[in-house]
């Protein structure tokens, strides 16, 4: 199973005592921390967001912190900088993310910027919270598009769906939404498999998307309290579950297959993108199928 760590840089999650730390002394034990973090980690973690939520970042009221103040006095752009050359000089092999739930034009120009200042960036995250109900299609592949045009990797950071009731449309900022119980639904249930179905389906076919990250595989403990998981509190799984598992393993998963070569030797191979291994008795070759191929190249096998 691959990890990913998240975020490195981000401006809500701290230690207290770093509060009464002045803008000078916060951005050396910034660099440090990343430096160490992706470091200590570099056996275990190879794809990292390297900095979260960089729109609002400088201008973020919602509750005092440390990196705020740090981004307003040096910049938006000066973080970006700082997280991923530091992230990057602790392991240059990794792979490091901006990621965001601004999915506006304000997040294109956050990135341009980042990219015509020479800041390296592997992949876009984009976060896809939908506690209000499910976007569509088509406007959730509008953002992928509008994403697409910068060449990099697209990777659907944070997809949320609730089987219980929707949050309220009115509510701006989902973190203020707060009620004394969120329960799954029947009825809930089947609209976030319906929903989920749709979302993957989706995005599993667009060339630029890279990954899509569930946020929550359980009720039990769920961000904002919701009932977002593909499995409930109690363990037992959602349609949601089976409709993941029957798109994941049985769909879009190319099981192991024996077959026979032609007179000349040759075998034909249908799956969908990804790394594939041939083997006969003791040679094996890898090969990929890549995105939006439709036939791949001859590999040659040697027993």
Same mark, same amino acid.
């Not at 803008?23 to 900095?51: G, S």
């Not at 792979?95 to 990219?115: C, G, K, M, Q």
């Not at 876009?124 to 060449?151: C, K, N, P, W």
């Not at 998963?253 to 026979?260: K, L």
């Given at each position: ?107 294109? %120009?956050?990135? =341009? #910027?980042? !990219?015509?200042?020479?800041? &390296?960036?592997?992949?876009? /995250? +984009? ?7 499910? %976007?569509?299609? =088509? #406007?959730? !592949?509008?953002?992928?598009? &509008?994403?697409?045009?910068? /060449? +990099? ?151």
């Amino acid at each position: 199973m691959r990890v990913k760590g998240h975020p490195l840089v981000w401006h809500t999650v701290q230690p207290d005592w770093l509060m009464a730390v002045g803008d000078d002394e916060v951005e050396p034990l910034l660099r440090a921390h990343v430096r160490e973090v992706v470091a200590d980690f570099a056996d275990v973690i190879q794809l990292w967001d390297a900095i979260n939520e960089t729109v609002i970042m400088p201008v973020f009221d919602n509750g005092d912190n440390a990196i705020t103040p740090l981004a307003a006095s040096r910049g938006r752009q000066y973080l970006i900088r700082l997280a991923f050359e530091e992230a990057r000089a602790a392991n240059p092999a990794a792979t490091f993310v901006i990621n965001d739930f601004d999915l506006s034009p304000d997040y294109e %120009r956050v990135i =341009e #910027e980042a !990219l015509d200042g020479g800041v &390296r960036i592997d992949a876009i /995250g +984009l976060q896809t919270h939908m506690h209000q109900g499910y %976007r569509g299609e =088509e #406007e959730i !592949l509008s953002i992928v598009d &509008r994403f697409a045009r910068f /060449g +990099l990797p697209l990777q659907l950071t944070e997809t949320t769906f609730v089987s219980g009731d929707l949050m309220p449309l009115e509510i701006e900022d989902l973190n203020d939404y707060r009620v004394d119980a969120w329960p799954t639904t029947p009825e809930g249930e089947a609209r976030q498999a319906d929903d989920i179905e749709r979302h993957y389906r989706s995005l599993y076919g667009h060339p630029a998307v890279e990954s899509l990250t569930y946020w929550g595989f359980t009720d039990a403990g769920a961000w904002l309290g919701a009932p977002s998981g593909i499995v409930r509190a109690d363990g037992s799984p959602k349609p949601s579950y089976d409709v993941l598992e029957r798109l994941i393993r049985g769909e879009w998963w190319t099981p192991p297959t024996r077959v026979r070569t032609d007179d000349a030797g040759r075998i034909r191979v249908d799956g969908v993108a990804g790394s594939y291994t041939v083997a006969s008795g003791d040679a094996a070759v890898d090969f990929e199928v890549g995105r939006g191929v439709e036939t791949s190249s001859v590999v040659e096998l040697t027993a």
